[in-house]
DNA sequence: ATGAATAGTTAAACTGTTTAACTATTAAAC
DNA sequence: GTTTAATAGTTAAACAGTTTAACTATTCAT
């Protein structure tokens, strides 16, 4: 590949991805509302799917400090969203949990989202979503590779 | 479509997008060095692009406000990588271009992203590349319109 | 039993963001 | 022409998210 296109690669992929990043963020907040940020949003999908789960288990998730999370999910605690539980057994440890009103919250979200992306996945045929998440994936595993190699463990 | 393949899809293009951003925003971090942060780097993506342009422009490029663009801008003048310049003829406007400083930082560390990038790409196909893009900014527009027809100009 | 490691929090500092008020300037209406 | 509108940009206050560094409390290891 010449320098040119890869030039001409770089910047259109660039484009795309910032526009496509915001605009999805955009019609993510419009369905959640103007009560929760996308972060928060994005903590209480992950709450939503493992069930139970630690601040040092998110910090690794999301690739943040812990500081990060704590001050985060502060936020979604005092909003009435999730339940902080010591370990009874290693008093180190606080366990995380939806409560009912964030577990309701998110499904409500959830159930709106997917009408919102089934509008859009008719545009495209079976084949191309899958070639082209597999290609994403793909992506994605050579970054990984690349800042491992870096030393970018997190 | 079933449910259960939209959950599916929305689940999996949330976290390869999510690790995506993330590891690519890593290694730019890593190219550009500790003296810049991404978004600062961004705008001189930009203005490199185009040469000269406004705040008002960087704000519609961006899609933010205009005091969060004048927020990073004093930023990068404060670092003098740019340069302010009042218009003679409509003295409102304030003409924004690259130091010296500013476009010989920013060659040498597209340099470095075009090298890495180049290193990247190696791993695909051509084809695979062009359909992975093209499915991309079909996305772009499809999420274009739909943010239009919400009324979300901006 | 002491010292090291771990889980989580707190505080300070910073970037990026929005809203709202403001200045300065130009354009439009009359 | 003077007054009114709109435009370009800045400032200030407030907030979310982030990191670093110091701290508490607890558990593990030797």
Redesign the interface.
């Known amino acids: 590949?010449t320098?040119k296109n890869?030039?001409d690669?770089?910047?259109?992929?660039?484009a795309?991805?910032?526009?496509?990043?915001?605009?999805?963020e955009?019609?993510i907040q419009?369905e959640i509302g103007s009560g929760l940020t996308n972060d928060q949003h994005?903590v209480l999908?992950y709450m939503n799917?493992v069930g139970t789960c630690t601040s040092s288990e998110l910090a690794d998730v999301f690739?943040v400090k812990k500081s990060a999370i704590t001050a985060i999910i502060t936020r979604l605690w005092e909003k009435g969203l999730i339940q902080r539980t010591r370990d009874v057994d290693d008093r180190r440890v606080v366990y995380l949990t939806l409560t009912e009103q964030g577990q309701s919250l998110f499904d409500k979200t959830e159930d709106r989202?997917?009408k919102?992306?089934?509008?859009?996945?008719n545009?495209?045929d079976?084949s191309?979503?899958n070639?082209?998440?597999n290609?994403?994936?793909?992506?994605?595993n050579?970054?990984?590779e690349?800042?491992e190699c870096?030393g970018?463990k997190e």
Chains 1, 2 share one sequence.
């Open positions: 590949m320098d890869i030039k690669l770089v910047d259109r992929y660039i795309v991805s910032f526009s496509v990043h915001k605009k999805a955009q019609l419009d994005y999908r799917k690739e989202i997917h919102l992306v089934g509008s859009f996945i545009q495209f079976t191309e979503i070639q082209f998440i290609t994403y994936e793909k992506l994605n050579i970054l990984i690349s800042c870096r970018n």
